[in-house]
């Protein structure tokens, strides 16, 4: 095995993916020199300053501009902007020999053959031997790019395809040089998954790869399928949405994001390259497409594609008129039928069962997708879970097509295809006839895929580094409710998985908690709070709150919010290490489950706040406690306490969100020295289970009880004049202020004349209160229902 460590990368071309690629590898702490060429003319600006080419700010100036716009953009390409300080920038004249000191190069410039081969040339007068060096590129043939180049060179040169942010997508493609060592290979597979946190997928030197291929295959089998089925594009966009599992931005809209001509631009590229392909005539461009490509309605870009925004209102395309209107409410008799089928991978055999236009349309997309990728095997792999792997990790689709494929059965999607015309590969037709009825198994723990030179099931390489609650849920799980259950992971390590609705907190959830606690402080050994949704939990049961307060059953609301903050103190205090690993969002009750945990591993997609502000009241379940108890923490004999405690109040009172598991150590969610960041989410229980392992062989021992050193009416007062002048100058409404002077009052331990250390009960019963008496507000009630109605915080 290739022992190398990669302590600093050269990344040459400095464009939206070259900026993107050097913060991502700035995210994982590696040092990055990010290069781009000489502008050959000055701006006006710098006419303005008498800057003449010579001078570095001039030679510097397109690196460091993109890399600012790059810093600048939303959604950030950077955990934490201070990441930013290890990217040098420079220029290919004045500093390519600098590249002689990285261990990986990295070419992303432009889609030009001559131009890449000309920066290899270069490349390689400074390239120390063994250098690992890789190419961007989104389909160029290996062969042509390292052609002419030395041994040592094309033993170390592949292709590493990162998709659209990288930062984001998790696909990350490694197509090696035919003269790549296979310890190359291998590393660059591995350093993929483990450091770079993505989803590695080997392909083979084809047209697009497996991912563009494939998808852009999909967009084009589409764009035929929408004129022949008389479908308009919101009609579209609802049946390829979230109902299948693929991103909210679906197909049209994802379309204007990416660009019109980027798409264009790999469809044209297949129709050249794959003459030979079955489905060739579907990479030619249809004739609205065309035109929409001569009027420049590119999407985003140009301010109009297939949606275009005028003044706050969001128009649509007429695909017949190609002129814009309002939008239409889509809606489907057949998607009616799925809205009670929680699991994504339960409605497919609904949604191709529809007697609708939907319903057709499924057939339709589905077969032409089930006949597309069996026939690409083994042309752009060799093992059909590579395919799923790449639509999922590069366009963010909960499942693959062979994994739809086995969701509807194979014989009927076998009978599907044969109704519209295809016939089942030769591979498939013997894997059915040799009694293999789906293309994957799970056995004990393992997920196994059909592999077809084999002719049998085959265990799939690199799960021993994960724990994967699918594989285990069925043959692991010791206890369950409706809301959650509890697998035992092994070594006496327990894992509690939420499955409410959106992982809501209510009370089977906490339920679930208590038990697992009480299971690992007399059976087992430890417990983890971790589920592999899209996101950890978006906070407790609202609709719960809501209809409680209505009803105006305080009483037992009083006894729930108690509940809640006695499972999370429970978290800190039980007898057993307790592990919470939280990814996507964590809002609220999430955030205060994960702030009382022994330890935090956390995704470093995580994005984590106490949000109830948003909603009218304060965080309930311990969460303003424990800010009151973290703003002391830590501080220095004459540090000023206030400050911290001001900072704290702020994050809450404007419901701060952290953009990423590091940006939460910043507001104080996480703490330094105790909780940790993992960048690949599929390893994240398996690291939380080794974390609790290690914590059990250390000798754990349970926490004694904490006091908290508040200010009393010191605090009190700087938190009522600023909430006061917020108020005055109609930063804040009313209903603002009183919520604001609740959190004050917790934060500040009440009105007490000195300033004191007290319990952390103290604390929540301060907080508890005051989350009751905000409860009964009739403005805060409307902005708990405004906020189940639209999903959006009302200002009353």
């Not at 006496?492 to 679930?512: C, D, Y």
């Amino acid at each position: 095995m290739d022992k190398r460590h990669i302590k600093k990368v050269a990344i040459i071309g400095s464009g939206i993916m070259g900026s993107g690629i050097a913060c991502h590898f700035a995210n994982i702490g590696v040092e990055v020199l990010l290069l781009d060429i000489v502008p050959r003319e000055l701006t006006d600006s710098e006419k303005a300053k008498g800057l003449t080419l010579e001078h570095k700010n001039v030679r510097n100036r397109l690196v460091n501009d993109s890399l600012k716009a790059s810093l600048k953009s939303k959604p950030s390409p950077i955990y934490n902007q201070k990441f930013a300080d290890r990217i040098s920038t420079g220029n290919l004249e004045d500093d390519l020999h600098k590249i002689s000191e990285v261990d990986w190069i990295i070419e992303v410039v432009v889609e030009r053959l001559d131009i890449k081969q000309k920066v290899f040339e270069r490349v390689e007068k400074h390239r120390k031997p063994g250098t690992l060096i890789s190419s961007n590129t989104s389909g160029i043939p290996i062969h042509f790019m390292n052609k002419g180049r030395s041994e040592d060179f094309q033993q170390h040169f592949a292709v590493t395809h990162f998709f659209n942010p990288p930062r984001y997508l998790q696909l990350f493609e490694v197509i090696p040089g035919p003269n790549c060592k296979q310890e190359v290979t291998d590393f660059l597979m591995m350093y993929g998954e483990k450091f770079l946190g993505k989803t590695s997928v080997l392909a083979k030197d084809t047209p697009a790869f497996i991912g563009n291929r494939i998808g852009i295959f999909g967009i084009m089998s589409l764009f035929h399928q929408v004129k022949e089925l008389g479908l308009s594009v919101e009609e579209v966009d609802k049946l390829t949405g979230p109902v299948i599992g693929r991103p909210k931005s679906a197909t049209f809209r994802t379309v204007d994001v990416v660009g019109l001509d980027t798409l264009v631009h790999v469809a044209n590229g297949i129709y050249e390259n794959c003459p030979k392909d079955e489905a060739h005539d579907l990479f030619k461009l249809p004739d609205f497409i065309d035109t929409m490509m001569k009027n420049k309605m590119l999407g985003s870009k140009t301010k109009k594609g297939f949606y275009k925004k005028e003044g706050k209102e969001i128009l649509t395309l007429d695909l017949d008129t190609l002129e814009y209107r309002q939008k239409k409410r889509a809606k489907f008799a057949t998607l009616e039928l799925t809205k009670t089928v929680d699991k994504v991978i339960d409605r497919f055999k609904i949604l191709v069962n529809g007697k609708d236009k939907a319903g057709e349309f499924y057939r339709k997309n589905f077969t032409a997708m089930f006949a597309y990728v069996q026939n690409r095997i083994p042309e752009i792999s060799d093992e059909l879970f590579r395919i799923d792997d790449a639509m999922k990790a590069g366009f963010g689709w909960e499942h693959g097509p062979f994994q739809i494929w086995d969701a509807i059965g194979v014989e009927k999607g076998i009978e599907l295809m044969k109704s519209e015309g295809f016939e089942p590969a030769k591979w498939v037709s013997e894997m059915v006839a040799s009694g293999n009825t789906s293309f994957y198994t799970v056995k004990e723990g393992s997920k196994y895929y059909y592999d077809i030179s084999a002719k049998k099931q085959t265990k799939i390489p690199g799960q021993d580094s994960f724990i994967i609650l699918d594989n285990i849920r069925e043959a692991q799980t010791i206890w369950k409710n409706s809301d959650a259950s509890i697998q035992h992971l092994g070594d006496g390590v327990l894992n509690v998985e939420f499955q409410s609705k959106m992982n809501t907190l209510g009370s089977g959830v906490l339920q679930a908690i208590n038990k697992g606690i009480d299971l690992a402080e007399s059976e087992y050994d430890a417990v983890i709070l971790g589920n592999q949704d899209a996101n950890f939990t978006v906070g407790a049961n609202l609709a719960m709150i809501f209809m409680m307060a209505v009803e105006q059953e305080y009483d037992e609301l009083n006894y729930a919010v108690k509940y809640f903050q006695d499972t999370v103190m429970r978290l800190r205090y039980s007898s057993c290490p307790t592990i919470v690993a939280p990814h996507g969002m964590t809002l609220g009750g999430g955030c205060e489950l994960s702030l009382h945990a022994d330890k935090v591993v956390a995704a470093a997609e995580t994005y984590i706040g106490l949000v109830e502000f948003g909603v009218g009241i304060i965080p309930g379940g311990a969460g303003s406690k424990e800010m009151a108890l973290r703003a002391t923490e830590g501080l220095l004999k004459d540090d000023v306490k206030l400050n911290k405690l001001r900072d704290y109040f702020i994050n809450v009172a404007m419901a701060k969100v952290a953009t990423s598991a590091y940006e939460a150590f910043d507001l104080g969610f996480f703490k330094k020295h105790k909780d940790s960041v993992v960048v690949n989410k599929n390893r994240q229980i398996a690291t939380a289970k080794r974390h609790a392992i290690q914590m059990l062989e250390d000798g754990y021992t349970q926490p004694t009880p904490k006091k908290a050193y508040v200010m009393g009416q010191q605090a009190l007062g700087m938190f009522l004049v600023g909430t006061d002048s917020l108020e005055k100058g109609r930063y804040a409404s009313e209903h603002d202020k009183k919520i604001a002077n609740k959190l004050g009052y917790v934060l500040a331990g009440g009105d007490l004349s000195e300033p004191t250390y007290v319990s952390e009960r103290y604390l929540l019963d301060l907080e508890r209160e005051a989350f009751m008496s905000l409860i009964t507000e009739r403005k805060t009630l409307e902005r708990i229902e405004h906020m189940l109605k639209t999903g959006k915080p009302l200002r009353n």
